[in-house]
């Protein structure tokens, strides 16, 4: 469409993209500030100014954070529930999408049933006290099982298998196979992609568990790490959430609250950014996907 | 020898028999056992843990007593719900909770929608990709790690304070504690973590647009402006109104876990919203009665709004969202 532009119109196509320049600059500025201020030394952050790039690189922080039994524990407890709670969703899901996307009796009921959630939930307290009732308070099932199907993704999931062609399925059938074999054989195999997409999602949610992880889970022992991120960061208790299992104590100089903070902020990120690439290949489709019926 | 007519049984004509519909139905559910069977543990989960919930309101009309449990605390009525009108800390949250909620729909819903528009603009699809892949990461990341990097950026001596001292000869601003930020630092940052995923859908939206369309309007004589306001913005108009409808249902819903987080005895007054209020009520004072009234009726007024809205939305001539 180049040719068809006016002067003022290339202009208009140059101050745009600048824009957009700012724009992504301005979006990336805390991720690179989060980096440099995670590697700076303890005397440099307390003299400095404004540091837009460390004199030195140095490890305390991380040496710091990584030297904390309650930190790597909480990782640990972190990578479970992301691993467990995406498998059971992806299966629940992919389950009861099958089910939906065939003309099962009362579809419709069914549907229904799924879309309601969206419009109304059922509250905190509500769902608190179910969640107690079904003895899940300070167990892990807490953070897995009261999040296994996300509506949303249910709903695009059986989208996704009703494009799959009716002939390979009906094919099955006449041969004998039931719905299971169906499901299994033909269907699963074929989702791959969607699996994949889901799979990430629910990982993606998994790992940045806090709310529910606030709600349920009153040991400590069990925190996950966004729980401890917020408590070293936010609350600004760094030291105190480090402290547990430290051979050496406190004895030394712990480097400057800020400076673990980002370090364990960008610890905590790591994962993310690395299913970013896989993530963004799918996460388009998905939502044109949803998009269709709106 | 022929049947005659009034011989055949609604049977053999291939109709159910009256007072048979029961059993054809369990004959179908007995048919299809295997796509039950795969669809139960879902249908246990949405029983359980999204519809148990919901009759569990009904504690919102009793003084809810855990030892004496659902069904055996004492009925009070609308007790609760009168309540909810005559306490003015409850009257302050509300008020919170909708000026913030009108902030993030004045405010961040547009910027998703002008971004999209820049987006579309843009024709080197390498230097789109990459900005694209930008705005689009701070969505996955935790509202943990969106207020803790606000935290330590906006410290009294941190990055944005220093800045404004050195250049600006201000005084350090105490971000963070001061009630008047509160809302302008939430608003922001859900500006930084969806206004760019925001993006998707209007982008979806406007690839399906015929390029013809442009052709034409340049053929008319219509520069870039014109052909954005006649051709690009109604293409997204539906999605604009469905994004809407949405929005208000809703309305009081403004996110617990980001505000949770930027909470602190400083700006609670003007910082505490319904969800807020409720977690700190129920699950921490264990007033649960009460607690469940103030969440139930943020969620009646969401499905009033959102049927409302919708109904609104036909009327004009829109899709409305069923």
Do not use: C
């Amino acid at each position: 469409m180049y040719k068809y532009m006016s002067r003022g119109e290339k202009l208009g196509s140059l101050i745009n993209m600048i824009l957009l320049i700012i724009i992504a600059l301005l979006m990336l500025f805390p991720f690179y500030y989060m980096i440099i201020i995670s590697f700076t030394s303890f005397s440099e952050f307390v003299q400095s100014d404004i540091i837009l790039w460390p004199k030195k690189w140095v490890l305390d922080s991380y040496e710091f954070i990584l030297g904390s039994k309650s930190f790597i524990r909480s990782i640990g407890v972190t990578v479970f529930i992301t691993v467990v709670s995406t498998i059971f969703s992806l299966i629940l899901t992919a389950m009861m999408a099958y089910a939906l996307s065939r003309d099962i009796y009362g579809q419709r009921f069914w549907m229904f049933m799924v879309l309601f959630t969206f419009i109304f939930g059922a509250g905190i307290i509500p769902t608190y006290l179910v969640i107690k009732e079904t003895h899940l308070l300070d167990t892990y099932w807490a953070l897995i099982i009261p999040t296994a199907i996300n509506s949303y993704n249910l709903i695009v999931f059986r989208e996704f298998m009703m494009s799959i062609p009716k002939e390979l399925t009906e094919a099955a059938l006449i041969d004998g196979g039931n719905d299971l074999n169906i499901f299994t054989r033909i269907i699963l195999p074929l989702s791959k992609p969607a699996l994949a997409a889901f799979g990430l999602f629910y990982a993606v949610s998994g790992w940045n568990t806090y709310f529910n992880a606030l709600l349920y889970i009153n040991d400590p022992s069990k925190w996950t790490v966004q729980v401890v991120l917020r408590q070293i960061v936010i609350l600004d208790q760094a030291t105190t959430a480090l402290s547990e299992g430290r051979l050496n104590g406190l004895t030394q100089n712990p480097p400057p609250p800020e400076t673990i903070g980002m370090a364990a902020i960008l610890i905590a990120t790591i994962p993310i950014l690395i299913v970013y690439p896989f993530l963004q290949k799918h996460f388009a489709k998905g939502v044109m996907l949803g998009s269709v019926k709106g | 020898m022929l049947k005659t007519e009034n011989t055949l049984t609604p049977g053999e004509l291939g109709l159910p028999k009256p007072g048979r519909y029961r059993k054809t139905a369990f004959k179908r559910i007995w048919k299809e056992r295997y796509l039950f069977l795969l669809m139960l543990p879902g249908l246990i989960y949405f029983i359980v843990y999204r519809y148990v919930p919901m009759l569990g309101n009904i504690i919102a009309f009793q003084d809810f007593n855990v030892f004496k449990g659902f069904l055996h605390s004492d009925w009070v009525g609308f007790k609760h719900f009168q309540k909810i009108f005559e306490d003015p800390e409850v009257l302050q949250v509300l008020w919170n909770t909708i000026l913030l909620s009108f902030l993030q729909i004045v405010f961040a819903f547009p910027i998703s929608i002008i971004l999209a528009l820049m987006l579309n603009e843009v024709r080197n699809e390498g230097f789109k990709r990459v900005v694209q892949s930008i705005v689009y990461l701070p969505h996955f990341l935790s509202w943990v790690v969106v207020v803790g990097l606000v935290t330590v950026l906006l410290k009294s001596d941190g990055i944005v304070n220093q800045f404004l001292q050195q250049a600006f000869g201000m005084e350090s601003i105490p971000f963070m504690q001061s009630p008047g930020w509160f809302m302008p630092l939430i608003v922001l940052e859900v500006i930084w973590k969806e206004s760019g995923w925001g993006t998707i859908i209007f982008l979806a939206a406007l690839s399906g647009v015929n390029p013809d369309l442009y052709e034409a309007a340049v053929v008319d004589g219509a520069n870039r402006w014109r052909q954005i306001w006649h051709i690009t913005l109604p293409a997204i108009r539906s999605t604009i109104v469905i994004l809407l409808i949405l929005r208000l249902g809703s309305v009081l819903d403004v996110g617990f876990e980001q505000i949770f987080l930027m909470l602190n005895p400083f700006n609670k007054e003007v910082g505490e919203v319904l969800d807020t209020f409720v977690y700190f009520k129920g699950v921490q004072q264990s007033d649960f009665s009460f607690a469940t009234a103030v969440g139930l009726f943020k969620s009646l007024v969401g499905l009033i709004l959102v049927v409302g809205a919708n109904r609104l939305a036909k009327r004009f001539g829109e899709q409305g969202i069923y």
